[in-house]
T-cell receptor, first 113, second 112 residues
Framework: DAGVIQSPRHEVTEMGQEVTLRCKPISGHNSLFWYRQTMMRGLELLIYFNNNVPIDDSGMPEDRFSAKMPNASFSTLKIQPSEPRDSAVYFC???????????FGPGTRLLVL | DQQVKQNSPSLSVQEGRISILNCDYTNSMFDYFLWYKKYPAEGPTFLISISSIKDKNEDGRFTVFLNKSAKHLSLHIVPSQPGDSAVYFCAASDGGANNLFFGTGTRLTVIP
């Protein structure tokens, strides 16, 4: 069984560049979550989709962040322009019908220089 | 403001002994609690959960205790094994997955 797939696993970029993170949820799951993990704040929910529709994006830090889910098997999180304070590990997770038991991908470690 | 707090960033335990990981929360509306385990370079994986209508839930070596009056949650691992060495996250929900709040994690090291 393929779990949640994220790419790239590591991303190093320079301040001001656009960064796109990708996620493929578990087949059959209809809820998808993007989280950011930092040492200071732990895991924070950025945005949540249900049936490809964004339900809650109140965790998205600012307009530089955007997320899309064009179909049930793919989502992107874009940062444009990126800043050093965006450096973190970004996780994608999926679940059935927004269930609390979420299945996480391996994460993308982002470093913005 | 952190609504879910794990005040111990790290814990070391001898193999075979009990590991106790603690978690405190501030929101009395939380009604479902989970523990996730995370190995390096992997995403968190679900370990065990408990509903607010219970005060204990057991799954093999893992037991979660909930003290609602103290707004306190704990995870007991007995006996601890070296493979349990990981970061453990406590999470709480007030009724919807989009309201899942995580703590900052506790790194458990089980010494052989």
């Amino acid at each position: 069984d393929a779990g949640v797939i994220q790419s790239p696993r590591h991303e190093v970029t320079e301040m001001g560049q656009e960064v796109t993170l990708r996620c493929k949820p578990i087949s059959g799951h209809n809820s998808l979550f993007w989280y950011r993990q930092t040492m200071m704040r732990g895991l924070e929910l950025l945005i949540y989709f249900n049936n490809n529709v964004p339900i809650d994006d109140s965790g998205m830090p600012e307009d530089r962040f955007s997320a899309k889910m064009p179909n049930a098997s793919f989502s992107t999180l874009k940062i444009q322009p990126s800043e050093p304070r965006d450096s973190a590990v970004y996780f994608c997770a999926s679940s059935l019908w927004g269930g609390e038991t979420q299945y996480f991908g391996p994460g993308t470690r982002l470093l913005v220089l | 403001d952190q609504q879910v707090k794990q005040n111990s960033p790290s814990l070391s335990v001898q193999e075979g002994r009990i590991s106790i990981l603690n978690c405190d929360y501030t929101n009395s509306m939380f009604d479902y609690f989970l523990w996730y385990k995370k190995y390096p370079a992997e995403g968190p994986t679900f370990l065990i959960s408990i509903s607010s209508i219970k005060d204990k839930n057991e799954d093999g070596r893992f037991t979660v205790f909930l003290n609602k009056s103290a707004k306190h949650l704990s995870l007991h691992i007995v006996p601890s094994q070296p493979g349990d060495s990981a970061v453990y996250f406590c999470a709480a929900s007030d009724g919807g997955a989009n309201n899942l709040f995580f703590g900052t994690g506790t790194r458990l090291t089980v010494i052989p």
